[in-house]
Nanobody, 126 residues
Framework: QVQLVESGGGLVQPGGSLRLSCAASGFTLDYHAIGWFRQAPGKEREGVSC????????VYADSVKGRFTVSRDNAKNTVYLQIDNLKPEDTAVYYC???????????????????WGQGTQVTVSS
């Protein structure tokens, strides 16, 4: 059974940082694209970042470029999202995702991903 479990969310002041983690089980991440999505109240789910497999290529939404960094540790079967300089508009539930297909590249369309975590809440407020 495939499971993705996110952690690391919380309440943080504007300008602060968080590191989200996503531990995978029942599945090996090595050869699969991974990513992070978020959904704010009343808004559609949006892709914020992803990472491919062969060369570790990454994609970021324009709204998070320079502030978010996606990474993976295949030995730990874990995906990370480092979030710096947090803004109130970053408040959302963040989801870890995995594409079960084998491939080298990734994108920010939610239809590319087959496995989703349960989400972790990030709230940015003073």
């Amino acid at each position: 059974q495939v499971q993705l479990v996110e952690s690391g969310g919380g309440l943080v002041q504007p300008g602060g940082s968080l590191r989200l983690s996503c531990a995978a089980s029942g599945f090996t991440l090595d050869y699969h694209a991974i990513g992070w999505f978020r959904q704010a109240p009343g808004k559609e789910r949006e892709g914020v970042s992803c990472m491919g497999t062969s060369d570790g290529s990454t994609v970021y939404a324009d709204s998070v470029k320079g502030r978010f960094t996606v990474s993976r540790d295949n030995a730990k079967n874990t995906v990370y999202l480092q979030i710096d300089n947090l803004k109130p508009e970053d408040t959302a539930v963040y989801y870890c995702v995995v594409d079960r297909g084998y491939g080298s590249s990734c994108g920010l369309s939610l239809y590319e991903y087959d496995y989703w975590g349960q989400g972790t809440q990030v709230t940015v407020s003073s």
